[in-house]
C-alpha cells in the first residue's frame, strides 16, 4: 500500500517562541503612558512625559526592525510556502480591514459632532433654550472654534500646507505604482531610484505635518484644549500621522531589502504589502482633507 502524498500546501513552518510581541506591548505601554503624561504637562516644567513617548517610540522601533529581520531570514532560507505566503496575503487584508474601521470610527465621531451634537446644543428640535441655559454665547456652526471660557481659536484652512501634503502623499503614492511596475519588469536601476524619492516624499509629509502643528498651535491658538474642533483635528491628523510613520518604516525596509538584491515578480509580497498600506493612507488622508481641512 502506497503512502498517501504530501501536497505542497500541507508544509507550514511554525516558527519557534518570539520575545517580539513581549517588546511590542511594553513600546505601546511606554507610547501610552507617555502620550498621557505629555498632554497633561503641556504648559509646565515637567518632562517626564516626553521622556518615556521617546523611549516607547524608540523600543517600537528596535521590535520592528528586529521582528522583521527575522522574518525575513526565515523568507530567505525557503521556510515559507504557498500556503504561508497566502497566510501572509490574508492577514494583510485583515489588518488594513481593521485599520478601516479604525478610521471610521473616528470619522463617526466628527460627523455626529457636526450633524447631530451642535445642532442639537445651538437649539434644533425641541431644545431651543439648549445653548441659552448651557452657554449663551454659543453659535451652532462648524468649525466650533469658540469655547465656553471665552477665548477663540482659528481653524486651519486647506490651503498652504495642507494641499502641499496633500500633493507629496498623491505624488507617493504615483512613485510607488510605477516602482512596482519597475519590479515587474526586471528594471532594478529606476526600482531603486523611485522608491529612495517615495521614501523621502512620506519623510517630507511628517516634517511639513510637524511644522503645521506648530503653526496651528503657536499662530492659530488651536490646541487641545480647543473644545472639540481642536480634539478632533489633532485626533484625526495626528492617527493619520502615525501610520504614515509606519508607513515610512516599511517602505525604507523594503527598499534597503531591493539594495540587497531581494524581490522578483514572482516572489515580493513585502513589497506588495507595503504598498498596499501606503495607498490605504493616502485615500484616508484625502478623506482626511475633504471633511477636516475643506469642509
Known amino acids: 500500500m502506497k503512502s498517501p502524498t504530501v501536497k505542497h500546501y500541507e508544509k507550514y513552518y511554525v516558527p519557534d517562541q518570539s520575545h517580539w510581541p513581549i517588546v511590542g506591548a511594553v513600546a505601546l505601554f511606554f507610547i501610552a503612558l507617555g502620550a498621557s503624561l505629555?498632554?497633561?504637562?503641556?504648559g509646565k516644567q515637567e518632562t517626564s512625559g516626553t521622556y518615556l513617548l521617546i523611549a516607547?517610540?524608540?523600543v517600537l522601533f528596535y521590535m520592528l526592525f528586529g521582528w522583521i529581520k527575522n522574518v525575513i531570514h526565515e523568507s530567505m532560507s525557503g521556510l515559507y510556502s504557498k500556503q504561508m505566503d497566502f497566510s501572509f496575503r490574508q492577514s494583510m487584508w485583515w489588518f488594513i480591514f481593521s485599520e478601516v474601521m479604525f478610521f471610521m470610527a473616528f470619522f463617526g465621531v466628527l460627523f455626529y459632532a457636526r450633524m447631530f451634537s451642535v445642532p442639537w446644543l445651538g437649539g434644533a428640535g425641541n431644545n431651543a433654550m439648549t445653548n441659552e441655559l448651557l452657554w449663551p454665547d454659543f453659535q451652532a456652526i462648524w468649525p466650533l472654534?469658540?469655547?465656553p471660557s471665552g477665548e477663540t481659536t482659528q481653524a486651519m484652512g486647506w490651503f498652504g500646507l495642507p494641499l502641499l501634503n496633500t500633493f507629496i502623499l498623491l505624488t507617493s503614492s504615483i512613485t510607488l505604482h510605477f516602482a512596482h511596475h519597475a519590479l515587474l519588469t526586471g528594471k532594478r536601476t529606476q526600482l531603486k531610484a523611485l522608491m529612495i524619492v517615495t521614501v523621502l516624499l512620506?519623510?517630507?509629509f511628517l516634517y511639513f505635518q510637524a511644522a503645521e502643528y506648530n503653526h496651528a498651535y503657536h499662530a492659530l491658538g488651536l490646541t487641545l484644549a480647543s473644545g472639540i474642533y481642536g480634539n478632533l483635528f489633532y485626533l484625526l491628523t495626528g492617527f493619520h500621522g502615525m501610520h504614515v510613520?509606519?508607513?515610512a518604516i516599511l517602505l525604507l525596509i523594503v527598499?534597503?531589502?531591493i539594495f540587497k538584491g531581494h524581490f522578483n515578480k514572482d516572489n515580493h509580497f513585502a513589497f506588495q504589502a507595503a504598498l498596499w498600506?501606503?495607498?490605504f493612507v493616502d485615500i484616508v488622508w484625502l478623506c482626511l482633507f475633504f471633511f477636516v481641512y475643506v469642509i
Open 56 to 58: 516607547g517610540f524608540a
Open 245 to 247: 510613520t509606519l508607513g
Open 277 to 279: 498600506y501606503w495607498h
Open 255 to 257: 527598499t534597503l531589502r
Open 38 to 42: 505629555t498632554v497633561m504637562q503641556i
Open 145 to 147: 472654534i469658540k469655547t
Open 202 to 204: 512620506g519623510i517630507s
